[in-house]
């Protein structure tokens, strides 16, 4: 079992950054890729980012890519997830996600295990 909290969410002003944390519970972090999915008022959670479980591979959704950075630190149990030139499209609920044994990286949230109940990000024209 894995508990996933975020933090760092806001408001921000467009232009702006920030950075979002998700802490994991648990001793076996490293054996979990990782993800970090949105979801805006009124539409369907989108994937925004993910990271293998060494950290060495990444991928990003096609709206964010260019702008947000996934990192992890295993040795902290945090997954990152720095957010730059911000716009109010952005505006969500993030929330970071586990899965287990990932190798890869997984952009479809339903291969995902464990979920956070996510942080608010607003960003403000």
């Known amino acids: 079992q894995v508990q996933l909290v975020e933090s760092g969410g806001g408001l921000v002003q467009t232009g702006g950054s920030l950075r979002l944390s998700c802490a994991a519970s648990g001793r076996t972090f490293s054996s979990y890729a990782m993800g970090w999915f949105r979801q805006a008022p009124g539409k369907e959670r989108e994937f925004a980012a993910t990271i293998n479980r060494s950290g060495g591979y990444t991928y990003y959704g096609d709206t964010v890519k260019g702008r947000f950075t996934i990192s992890r630190d295993n040795a902290k149990n945090t997954v990152y997830l720095q957010m730059n030139s911000l716009k109010p499209e952005d505006t969500a609920v993030y929330y970071c996600?586990?899965?287990?044994?990932?190798?890869?990286?997984?952009?479809?949230?339903?291969?995902?295990?464990?979920w956070g109940r996510g942080t608010q990000v607003t960003v403000s024209s």
């Open positions: 996600a586990a899965r287990y044994d990932g190798g890869g990286v997984y952009y479809n949230e339903r291969l995902y295990d464990y």
